[in-house]
C-alpha cells in the first residue's frame, strides 16, 4: 500500500494541480477544462502524455454523472445517484464505493476487496486529499473516481 497526495490549489481558473506521492515527488498532473463543454480532468503523466480522462456526461445536471477512461478506453461509469445523504454507484468492473461522501472519507472496493481509500486533510488552505492504493494496477481508476466525486461535492459545496 503506497499513498498519492492530492493538493488543489484555490482560485485556479484551470483547476490544474499536480497529484504527488508521499514524499512530495510529482507523479501526475491533473488539468481541467475551463470552458469545455463538457466539464472534463485529464489525468497526464510527468511526461505530459495523457493517461485519463474524467468526463461530465450531458443532461446530468441534477445527478452528475460521469465516465472514466484509462488509455481511450471507458472503464467506468460513475453515477451520483438519487438519496437524502451522498450516494454513489459505479457501473463497470463490480465496484463499490462506501463512507462518508460529505467528509471525503470512503473507500473504494473491487469484487469485494479494498483497492484504494481517500481522507481529507482539515484546516488547510486549499483541498488536500490522501490517497491509498492498495492495488498498484488499479491506481488510475482510484483516482478517477475521486476526481469526479470531489468535482460534484466542490459544485454542491458553491466552490
Do not use: C
Not at 463543454?37 to 503523466?45: A, H, T, V
Not at 467528509?103 to 486529499?129: C, P, R, T
Amino acid at each position: 500500500m503506497y499513498k498519492l497526495l492530492v493538493q488543489q490549489k484555490l482560485f485556479s481558473l484551470g483547476e490544474k494541480f499536480t497529484i504527488t506521492d508521499e514524499l512530495g515527488n510529482p507523479k501526475y498532473y491533473v488539468q481541467g477544462s475551463v470552458f469545455e463543454i463538457p466539464k472534463n480532468f485529464i489525468i497526464y503523466d510527468m511526461n505530459e502524455q495523457p493517461l485519463a480522462k474524467v468526463e461530465r456526461v450531458l443532461n446530468s445536471f441534477f445527478l452528475p454523472r460521469f465516465t472514466l477512461s484509462i488509455h481511450n478506453e471507458v472503464v467506468a461509469r460513475i453515477n451520483k445517484e438519487f438519496s437524502f445523504l451522498p450516494k454513489y454507484s459505479i457501473e463497470g468492473k463490480d465496484i463499490k464505493i462506501n463512507g462518508n461522501f460529505f467528509g471525503m472519507d470512503f473507500e473504494i472496493l473491487h469484487n469485494e476487496k479494498k483497492i484504494g481509500s481517500v481522507n481529507k486533510s482539515w484546516f488547510k488552505l486549499a483541498d488536500q486529499y490522501a490517497i491509498e492504493i492498495d492495488d498498484s494496477n488499479k491506481e488510475l481508476l482510484v483516482l478517477g473516481i475521486v476526481l469526479a466525486i470531489d468535482y460534484v461535492k466542490r459544485l454542491q459545496d458553491g466552490n
